[in-house]
């Protein structure tokens, strides 16, 4: 059965609308749908956000040097604050086990100074939304995953 965009928004206590299913299900949209294929966008865009953190964080890199690197290679000092809420989203979903002591320093750190709190899914929406769904902001966003897809394989790069 797809859904339509419209019930991804709609009330979880009303029992006419269908469930949610799994954030990464792209079955669920219809097809055609302008409003669904912006949706399936930006799950995806969240989802490999995220496993690019993961996969960086797993390969040694820290989140200061990730937040240095991103703003170099993008060239938008704003690109530093969405990293720092990719690395937020990120360690939400880690374990305690996951964390060493000086991660979990480092992203405190972050969250104290950005005031960064919103790590729920769909937050990268949100996130678009706020900022207005501006030229800058698919800027922002897209340079940031390039450049970590690029520190993920630096011959792809090259």
Same mark, same amino acid.
């Given at each position: 059965m797809a859904l339509h965009e419209r019930d991804i928004? #709609? /009330?979880d206590d009303d029992p006419a609308q269908p469930p949610w299913s799994a954030?990464?299900?792209?079955?669920?949209? !219809?097809?055609?749908?302008p409003a669904c294929e912006?949706?399936?966008?930006?799950?995806?865009?969240?989802?490999?956000?995220?496993?690019?953190?993961?996969?960086? %964080?797993? #390969?040694? %890199?820290s989140p200061i040097e990730l937040l240095d690197e991103v703003v170099r290679t993008t060239g938008l000092a704003r690109s530093r604050d969405f990293m720092v809420q990719v690395l937020l989203v990120d360690d939400s979903h880690r374990s305690d086990q996951a964390r060493t002591p000086?991660? !979990?320093?480092?992203? /405190?750190?972050?969250?104290?100074? !950005?005031?960064i709190s919103d790590v729920a899914d769909?937050?990268?929406?949100?996130?678009?939304?706020?900022?207005?769904?501006?030229?800058?902001?698919e800027c922002i966003a897209n340079g940031t995953l390039r450049t970590l897809y690029d520190l993920l394989d630096p011959q792809v790069a090259a």
């Open positions: 928004h #709609a /009330d954030p990464i299900d792209h079955d669920v949209f !219809t097809d055609g749908c912006a949706a399936r966008a930006a799950i995806s865009m969240e989802f490999d956000l995220r496993q690019c953190s993961l996969r960086l %964080w797993v #390969a040694g %890199w000086e991660w !979990t320093a480092r992203i /405190d750190a972050l969250r104290a100074m !950005t005031g769909g937050w990268f929406v949100r996130w678009a939304v706020a900022n207005r769904c501006s030229v800058e902001s």
